[in-house]
């Protein structure tokens, strides 16, 4: 009975330890994506963009294009848009200083949770897990944040010549959202997802079966 309960064990503590290790490689593998996503989401002048509008013929069309943190991108008879701001030094749009700032935070807080990954070869991998859910955590209430006072920030000159006079906080006037944006709070969700599941693996690297089965063996064998 002992011996048949000790094989028991083993194949259990076998097949619990591939499965978390599997699920930990995707979850690793989705952290790293995570992090490219929030480079392209802070980087990219595509968070808001004018709306397809009709105008009489013979009157000038409207001005078309698209705004980010960093940059405003005009359309012209070029392929290349028209794009002023200042990208290359990281210098934000004056309205949009407060969403960049906390988009950098979470940029910060998941790139870190990429380089603790190599941590795995040197710590406890219970307690890198939850490191990594709590960077990730709060990477995404930084970017959460950002999502709520980039539409409070509208009102601003920038806008107002992109999207006409009737921009006001949380209304674009003839502007919508646009793909960045929408990237942006589907980063939320990500970060949430994945540090749950950060949790999940730490809790259960914690409940793994320890290698001396005499111990499971006598705790599946007590009354």
Not at 95 to 113: D, E, G, K, R, Y
Request: charged share 15%; hydrophobic share 50%.
């Amino acid at each position: 009975m002992q011996v048949h309960t000790s094989e028991v064990a083993r194949l259990y503590q076998t097949e619990f330890v591939r499965s978390a290790r599997a699920v930990g490689v995707l979850w690793a593998v989705c952290t790293l994506c995570f992090a490219v996503i929030e480079v392209v989401i802070l980087i990219q002048p595509s968070w808001v963009g004018t709306r397809q509008l009709h105008y009489r013929p013979g009157s000038p069309p409207p001005q078309a294009g698209t705004l980010g943190l960093f940059e405003v991108c005009l359309e012209n008879d070029w392929p290349v848009p028209e794009c002023r701001g200042s990208l290359r030094t990281l210098t934000p749009l004056p309205a949009f200083q407060s969403p960049a700032v906390l988009v950098c935070i979470s940029l910060t807080m998941v790139w870190a949770s990429v380089g603790c990954l190599c941590l795995f070869r040197f710590c406890n991998a219970a307690t890198v897990y939850k490191i990594c859910a709590w960077l990730q955590l709060t990477a995404g209430f930084c970017l959460a944040l950002a999502c709520v006072l980039f539409p409070d920030s509208w009102e601003c000159a920038e806008m107002r010549a992109l999207c006409g006079e009737s921009v006001s906080s949380f209304s674009p006037g003839n502007c919508t959202v646009h793909w960045a944006y929408v990237l942006a709070m589907l980063g939320i969700l990500d970060a949430a997802i994945l540090a749950t599941l950060a949790f999940v693996l730490g809790n259960r690297q914690d409940a793994l079966l320890p290698d001396d089965v005499k111990d499971v063996t006598g705790l599946l064998l007590s009354p």
